[in-house]
């Protein structure tokens, strides 16, 4: 059943209260297409629909709902079906819908859960957004090292309902310290009698549960992990990260970087359900900056009035020049940005990539000026096109620099590097722009006019 099929069975089911379409729909549609349909409609109507499946089956599709959506649920469903759906989540969407709701619904749940249920919660719960534990279950498999392979799978089938994974099971000490993993795949074909301790892979990939969230990605993604084990200062296992869980964690950073190259402040929600006062509020500051960042494009251009006076054939080529300064720029910064972000240079690597950098500007900024140059002959003779050539040379590289060295700057300081926005960028190689071309085109035209003088 596809995405269109469960929309019109979904619809049936509530203009008929069809139970029976409902239950063929639970059956044969997939949890993430149910949850994308019930989202389309209005919060009565989601709180009937979800409350026809059963619990297990409602926690599900409830995970796939957007955060927002979540929690204006939550709000509206009653406390005794907002214990039920705690009781049935994973622990880690159970903590982050717990982190999200308000205190009084907070302080309403906790106390109808268990003491270890309550733990948990308040466990995965206490770490930061931004740090690894906020993104970890504690629904993991673990084995003994002197457990034998047969015993190992009765262990994992035992449990199995109440574990996020058990393709890949975690070995732990008598005193929870990880020493090593083995998957499902091992212990099917390992003989039956042997231990785990001599089948599992020791020293496993692990992360700390305060390391931030992003490192977690990048492990999972180098090393091709179904999960990445959460250790303590102590060496203790405190729980895992999926796979699934780091392509959220991907997905939501990559769309930060994105909003923050265009010098939108993080939303925390969806683009379909931020308000018109959080768009304004998240993209007022980097304009009105940016305006006055401005004005010093426009304070050179009040500073070289005489020479603009004097050669007006110079105006026509100041957009594009400045224009193809905060290009290169924005370009140079893409790709610096990303790398930093994926691990794939660091602080340190600089120097070398400034010198590449330099080499690669310098191959653009030729490669433009010839295509300028004829432009500058046909509009002001060859004084012209010799400014705008070698101010076009000049500019690219100029821009390029800067935009490959900003965000190595922003991570010493420990900034994001991604606040190295195209916006950021192009206002800052504009105004330089500007004072280069007038510069450069005062200097060498005046030196034209004194030689034709002599």
């Not at 930061?128 to 047969?150: C, F, H, K, R």
Request: proline residues 4%; charged residues 20%; hydrophobic residues 50%.
């Amino acid at each position: 059943m596809d995405y269109l099929e469960v929309v019109f069975s979904l619809k049936s089911v509530i203009a008929n209260n069809d139970t029976e379409t409902f239950a063929l729909v639970i059956r044969h549609a997939h949890p993430a297409d149910i949850a994308a349909a019930i989202a389309k409609l209005n919060l009565e109507q989601q709180c009937r629909l979800l409350k026809l499946a059963e619990p297990a089956k409602r926690a599900e599709i409830f995970g796939y709902l957007s955060a927002e959506l979540q929690v204006r649920i939550a709000n509206a469903i009653g406390r005794k079906p907002l214990v039920e759906l705690f009781l049935h989540m994973s622990a880690d969407e159970r903590a982050d819908l717990y982190n999200d709701l308000p205190e009084d619904q907070r302080d309403t749940v906790l106390p109808a859960l268990a003491q270890i249920e309550r733990e948990d919660i308040r466990r995965l719960a206490a770490y930061p957004e931004d740090q690894v534990g906020s993104v970890m279950t504690s629904d993991y498999a673990t084995l003994a090292p002197d457990l034998t392979a047969a015993a190992a799978i009765e262990e994992l089938r035992r449990i199995a309902p109440d574990t996020e994974t058990i393709y890949q099971a975690f070995v732990i000490d008598r005193n929870r310290r990880l020493i090593g993993t083995v998957s499902l795949r091992e212990l099917i074909i390992a003989h039956a009698q042997s231990r785990i301790g001599d089948i599992m892979k020791p020293s496993p990939v692990a992360i700390k549960a305060d390391a931030p969230r992003e490192e977690a990605v990048q492990l999972i993604s180098k090393y091709d992990l179904l999960a990445l084990p959460v250790i303590n200062g102590g060496d203790m296992l405190v729980g895992i990260v999926t796979y699934d869980d780091a392509l959220d964690v991907e997905q939501q950073e990559t769309s930060e970087d994105f909003h923050k190259v265009a010098s939108v402040g993080a939303l925390g929600k969806s683009l379909r359900e931020a308000s018109v006062w959080l768009l304004f509020r998240k993209r007022v500051f980097w304009l009105l900056l940016l305006v006055f960042g401005n004005l010093f494009s426009g304070a050179g251009i009040a500073f070289f009035e005489d020479t603009i006076a004097a050669y007006i054939a110079l105006v026509f080529f100041l957009p594009l020049l400045i224009d193809s300064g905060g290009n290169a720029g924005s370009q140079a910064a893409t790709l610096m940005v990303r790398a930093l972000a994926t691990g794939e240079i660091v602080l340190r690597d600089w120097a070398g990539m400034l010198l590449r950098e330099l080499f690669v500007a310098t191959l653009l900024g030729l490669s433009m000026a010839v295509a300028v140059s004829s432009l500058g002959l046909w509009r002001g003779g060859p004084e012209i096109a010799v400014v705008v050539a070698v101010s076009m040379q000049v500019i690219v590289i100029t821009g390029s620099v800067i935009g490959m060295s900003l965000p190595f700057l922003l991570s010493k300081f420990k900034l994001d590097p991604a606040t190295a926005s195209a916006p950021l960028i192009t206002s800052i190689a504009d105004a330089l722009g500007v004072i280069i071309y007038f510069t450069i085109a005062t200097t060498m035209l005046d030196m034209s006019v004194l030689e034709m003088g002599v």
